[in-house]
């Protein structure tokens, strides 16, 4: 089965297909509509680097050139491309994704992994040399997605008729036998959020070599894209690591390339969450967290207050009046810190710290009391980071 999902947006953007060591095919649709240009060649990109980033911000400085597939009053031509490339091993998650939700970081980062973020939605995806990603870019209103998978298709099933191929209600690719039933579902959360989650599907391999797939469907894509152009063909180009620039505008392509590789677009990008913390004596706490970063802890049900941080359960958890020094000094030490295992760590150490200092070491807090559990609690989702 080949697993698929879509997410609307403006311009169009659908994440169409996931086949492991397959396919992953995604369609682009600019929102222009109208113009005086004459449309540039049409044209299949191979990109040659196996560097994710690259090949994310190559194609979304494509598809971000509006006048690129704008078409003509009357024109019976539409300007439309297709970029194929094929991935080192790396994660992809959607746009409106977790990081820290849909894969664990560490173990990326520690299998020599990529993590990275697109800028269309849907789900978490792995790559490597075995998936040949498609992406379809043309004006919103030419393209549409059946047709596109019906055009994978019959391309795969005219190439190697043993294959079963059928197109899914969801603009996917099914390789099915008869007989065989497939169920989906999610797992439940590990923490709460209004992000995205990706659905797991099952997924197969189309058993076909990598090469000669690649070069079927270079030749497919450029003969349909062909039919559609001014003078009836389009161009095959290999666009080598470094080229960009020959084919894009490279300060786009660049500034693209340093969005897509930043933290703050890979963990930062990540919708508004929280985390749910409870103590030995049942109180419960909720760690809000925004554009990867400490927002405020605060008791479950609590209201956010311009002190963020427990103001609420200071009574509760320390026994103390509510304007607690010590509270608000944790949250003074939390507020804004990255979700990094060293920032967070290095930020209850430095307040253990100077807690300490401010009083002289002749206050020591039990070791098993209320302060003591909110900070091993806070350590040990420091780890998850």
Not at 103 to 123: C, D, I, N, Q, Y
Not at 128 to 146: A, H, I, P, W
Not at 150 to 176: A, E
Not at 301 to 308: L, R, V
Request: glycine share 8%; proline share 6%; hydrophobic share 35%.
């Amino acid at each position: 089965m080949f697993g698929a999902s879509y997410h609307r947006s403006t311009p169009a953007t659908f994440n169409a297909l996931r086949l492991t060591k397959g396919l992953v095919c995604r369609y682009f649709a600019s929102t222009s509509s109208l113009s005086t240009s004459v449309p540039n060649v049409n044209r299949v990109y191979w990109l040659s680097s196996g560097n994710i980033y690259r090949n994310l911000a190559f194609e979304t400085t494509l598809f971000n050139n509006k006048l690129r597939y704008t078409i003509e009053p009357s024109s019976k031509t539409r300007p439309a491309d297709v970029v194929m490339w094929c991935s080192d091993p790396c994660v992809v998650i959607g746009r409106n994704q977790i990081a820290w939700l849909e894969t664990s970081p560490h173990e990326v980062e520690g299998r020599g992994w990529l993590l990275a973020r697109r800028m269309s939605g849907g789900g978490a995806v792995f790559h490597d040399t075995g998936n040949l990603n498609v992406s379809f870019l043309e004006s919103r209103s030419t393209l549409k997605r059946q047709e596109c998978m019906q055009f994978l298709q019959h391309t795969l099933m005219s190439k190697w008729p043993d294959l079963n191929v059928f197109v899914g209600p969801r603009h996917d690719l099914w390789l099915l036998p008869s007989g065989v039933s497939v169920e989906e579902g999610t797992k439940e959360p590990e923490i709460e959020t209004m992000a995205s989650r990706s659905v797991p599907s099952p997924v197969t391999n189309l058993r076909v070599p990598g090469n000669e797939l690649r070069t079927t469907l270079l030749q497919a894509c450029s003969k349909r894209l062909g039919a559609s152009a001014r003078d009836g063909e389009a161009e095959v180009v290999t666009v080598n690591a470094g080229e960009e620039g020959n084919w894009i505008s490279r300060k786009d392509f660049e500034a693209n390339l340093a969005t897509f590789q930043s933290w703050d677009w890979i963990y930062g990008g990540s919708p508004k969450f929280s985390i749910p913390m409870e103590t030995e004596d049942g109180t419960v706490l909720r760690l809000n967290c925004e554009k990867g970063r400490v927002v405020s802890l605060v008791r479950d049900g609590g209201a956010t207050s311009p002190i963020p941080l427990l103001q609420r359960i200071s009574s509760a958890l320390s026994r103390k009046p509510s304007s607690d020094a010590w509270l608000e000094k944790l949250n003074e030490a939390l507020a804004g810190k990255p979700l990094c295992f060293e920032a967070l760590h290095n930020a209850l150490l430095d307040f253990e710290v100077s807690v300490s200092s401010a009083t002289g070491g002749d206050d020591p807090e039990d070791p098993f009391g209320p302060k003591a559990q909110i900070i091993d609690r806070l350590r040990a989702m420091a780890t998850c980071f």
